[in-house]
């Protein structure tokens, strides 16, 4: 099957995509795995222009048209310089993906102002300075899929991460609340809560860690990239036409 046959027959042909944090892991994976199914796709990086980059070439030829933009998600100006830019290259934002984040692990007692704050900022306020600027155009045209990436430790909580479960967790609110908001403007929200899956961020834990994790997880493996992809077509589809204010649990049996 050709690139261009597979783009006519994809599950989100003629739909356009903004990805926060595209250019490596889960966000990477996303990406490619709409082109796929037939969308364009926006890549966004902060400081990563060549990886970026080749996601860009990857999409294109995957028969996918794709649009690179630098931006930080904390900065509420570039994120409607990347809203602007996409509008002037595509004329639609189909479906958001709220991915970039962070974590910078820390006993609470211990964590410093700073690090609370970025890690909020990047994984809470980015969520909303990034709806806030899609959002108009999705209400306008009675349209769009609003996703957003949470984590299963914003469910259970854990040791020495807690500005991430708080990030994590206030997400996972926003989502249910703006669900709600936004339900009769033909705009659905959802959120995907990614247990433990193989990426560059993951790959760094040591051995011994990564068997007192497996020993929690009911499935006793970590998730791969392609189990959240498909978790994600499946909700930026028709086929998760009817689903809002949900949160997806890709977690293998960690928390039910």
């Known amino acids: 099957m050709t690139s261009e046959n597979s783009k006519s027959d994809g599950r989100l042909r003629h739909k356009v995509a903004l990805i926060t944090g595209s250019s490596r892991g889960i966000g990477r994976a996303i990406a490619l795995g709409f082109a796929r199914e037939g969308a364009d796709v926006v890549v966004t990086h902060l400081q990563n222009p060549d990886k970026a980059m080749e996601v860009v070439r990857q999409v294109e030829q995957l028969g996918s048209k794709a649009l690179l933009c630098q ?14 830019q996409t509008l002037a290259a595509f004329g639609t934002i189909d479906i958001l993906v709220n991915n970039a984040g962070i974590n910078i692990p820390g006993m609470f007692h211990k964590i410093k102002d700073e690090d609370w704050r970025h890690v909020i900022d990047v994984n809470l306020y980015g969520v909303y300075h990034c709806t806030r600027a899609v959002l108009p155009h999705m209400r306008e045209k009675a349209r769009g899929r609003i ?99 949900q949160t997806l649990r890709v977690n293998g049996g960690l928390y039910m």
């Open 147 to 245: 996703i957003n990436l949470a984590s299963v430790l914003g469910e259970m909580g854990d040791i020495g991460t807690s500005n991430y479960v708080a990030s994590k967790a206030a997400v996972i609110g926003l989502t249910k609340a703006l669900a709600r908001e936004v339900a009769l403007k033909g705009v659905t929200v959802n959120a995907i809560a990614a247990g433990y899956i193989t990426t560059e961020m993951t790959a760094s834990l040591d051995e011994e860690t990564k068997k007192q994790i497996v020993a929690q997880i009911h499935l006793k493996q970590f998730g791969t990239v392609e189990d959240v992809v498909e978790s994600a077509i499946y909700l930026a589809s028709e086929s998760g036409k009817y689903l809002t204010g």
């Open 71 to 84: 931006m930080d998600v904390r900065d509420p100006a570039q994120v409607a310089e990347t809203v602007r």
